[in-house]
């Protein structure tokens, strides 16, 4: 007994689960031929056997005559034995898909998904920022190491290696991804090895999926054309970023706060994007129009200056932002919509 079960610890998950069909099917047909009269058809001998194995025992089907009574105690011995063999077999499986989950091991299915490559402290904001916008996304993170950083988190998923391999970012769903953000590498002292690396990921980013809006984060502003050369979206310069915001904070009291409320969905008004308005001509019309609304005309695209030129006609592949609250927002949206 001790060999067969040590054997059978060992037998694959699909031979097992062949085996019990097996097994069950032809203990339900030697019970049907041994007691005919007490069954009354194959279905409920499948019915009995199914029952004595999970050992729930009902009592509406049993046994009769000496050989069909050895042949039930020949069901407890080696049924029920093959059934916890089974059921723990399921449960090792579900833990093993969680040992995986953690370890970064499975791929992602999904689409519409942002993708977080290295993992850091801004990563991780990232996360909160990005669930606050879309409460039912799902988020990719991609990193060297080998523990997922969110685990508790449902729709955060792990992919473990590294984020310039062809491999991973197939594994992480690039294809299908809405957007990917790379974040410096906090594990390399250099600058400018981290924005090598960065750089490196972004080449591979836009050969495998050109589509998918790719936003870095650079070091060093004077890399910025390099990273242009391989057609990233955006960029955002980490340090230089934080002593600008730093300096505005000495000089301009408040300065920083109003920044912060821009670029943080959770502190105040936020910025967002409006569909065009077929009635509206000019930038005049729409910025008149939306302040009535309760929303400020900044921008179109990146051009912060087109309320100094609101005589000009709206091109016809305008992208309008607006800042306002949410619910202004979802209500310009709604109507122009």
Same mark, same amino acid.
């Given at each position: 007994m001790l060999k067969l079960s040590t054997m059978m610890t060992n037998v694959r998950k699909r031979t097992i689960g062949l085996s019990i069909l097996l097994f069950v099917g032809i203990s339900a047909t030697v019970a049907f031929l041994l007691e005919p009269d007490t069954f009354g058809s194959w279905f409920n001998?499948? @019915?009995?056997?199914?029952?004595?194995?999970?050992?729930v025992g009902y009592g509406d089907f049993f046994a009769k005559t000496v050989i069909g009574k050895i042949f039930t105690i020949f069901l407890y011995i080696f049924g029920i034995g093959l059934l916890s063999l089974v059921i723990g077999k399921v449960i090792d499986a579900i833990a093993e898909i969680g040992r995986q989950r953690r370890a970064g091991r499975l791929p992602f299915f999904g689409e519409d998904h942002v993708i977080l490559i290295n993992w850091s402290k801004k990563a991780q904001a990232a996360v909160g920022e990005i669930l606050s916008y879309t409460p039912d996304g799902h988020i990719v993170v991609i990193d060297e190491s080998g523990q997922h950083p969110l685990e508790q988190m449902?729709?955060?998923?792990?992919?473990?290696?590294d984020?310039?391999?062809d491999d991973i970012l197939v594994k992480a769903g690039l294809a299908k991804a809405k957007a990917a953000i790379i974040f410096g590498d906090i594990r390399i002292d250099e600058p400018a090895l981290v924005d090598g690396k960065s750089l490196l990921i972004a080449s591979s980013i836009e050969r495998i999926a050109p589509d998918v809006h790719t936003t870095v984060e650079i070091m060093q502003e004077k890399n910025v054309q390099n990273f242009?050369?391989? #057609?990233?979206?955006?960029?955002?310069?980490?340090?230089d970023a934080v002593s600008r915001l730093a300096v505005r904070a000495a000089l301009q009291e408040g300065n920083p706060e109003v920044i912060t409320q821009l670029i943080s969905r959770s502190h105040g008004d936020d910025i967002y994007e409006v569909p065009v308005d077929r009635s509206w001509k000019t930038y005049g019309d729409a910025f008149q129009d939306l302040l009535r609304q309760g929303a400020t005309l900044?921008?179109?695209?990146?051009?912060?200056?087109?309320? #100094?030129?609101?005589?000009?006609?709206?091109p016809a592949d305008a992208r309008? @932002?607006?800042?306002?609250?949410? =619910?202004? @927002?979802?209500?310009? =949206?709604?109507?122009?919509?």
């Amino acid at each position: 007994m001790l060999k067969l079960s040590t054997m059978m610890t060992n037998v694959r998950k699909r031979t097992i689960g062949l085996s019990i069909l097996l097994f069950v099917g032809i203990s339900a047909t030697v019970a049907f031929l041994l007691e005919p009269d007490t069954f009354g058809s194959w279905f409920n001998s499948f @019915y009995w056997v199914m029952t004595t194995m999970a050992t729930v025992g009902y009592g509406d089907f049993f046994a009769k005559t000496v050989i069909g009574k050895i042949f039930t105690i020949f069901l407890y011995i080696f049924g029920i034995g093959l059934l916890s063999l089974v059921i723990g077999k399921v449960i090792d499986a579900i833990a093993e898909i969680g040992r995986q989950r953690r370890a970064g091991r499975l791929p992602f299915f999904g689409e519409d998904h942002v993708i977080l490559i290295n993992w850091s402290k801004k990563a991780q904001a990232a996360v909160g920022e990005i669930l606050s916008y879309t409460p039912d996304g799902h988020i990719v993170v991609i990193d060297e190491s080998g523990q997922h950083p969110l685990e508790q988190m449902k729709q955060v998923h792990f992919i473990s290696g590294d984020p310039s391999s062809d491999d991973i970012l197939v594994k992480a769903g690039l294809a299908k991804a809405k957007a990917a953000i790379i974040f410096g590498d906090i594990r390399i002292d250099e600058p400018a090895l981290v924005d090598g690396k960065s750089l490196l990921i972004a080449s591979s980013i836009e050969r495998i999926a050109p589509d998918v809006h790719t936003t870095v984060e650079i070091m060093q502003e004077k890399n910025v054309q390099n990273f242009r050369h391989v #057609r990233v979206n955006d960029f955002v310069l980490s340090h230089d970023a934080v002593s600008r915001l730093a300096v505005r904070a000495a000089l301009q009291e408040g300065n920083p706060e109003v920044i912060t409320q821009l670029i943080s969905r959770s502190h105040g008004d936020d910025i967002y994007e409006v569909p065009v308005d077929r009635s509206w001509k000019t930038y005049g019309d729409a910025f008149q129009d939306l302040l009535r609304q309760g929303a400020t005309l900044i921008a179109d695209r990146h051009d912060l200056g087109i309320n #100094r030129r609101l005589d000009d006609p709206i091109p016809a592949d305008a992208r309008l @932002y607006v800042v306002s609250d949410e =619910a202004t @927002y979802r209500k310009i =949206a709604g109507k122009t919509g």
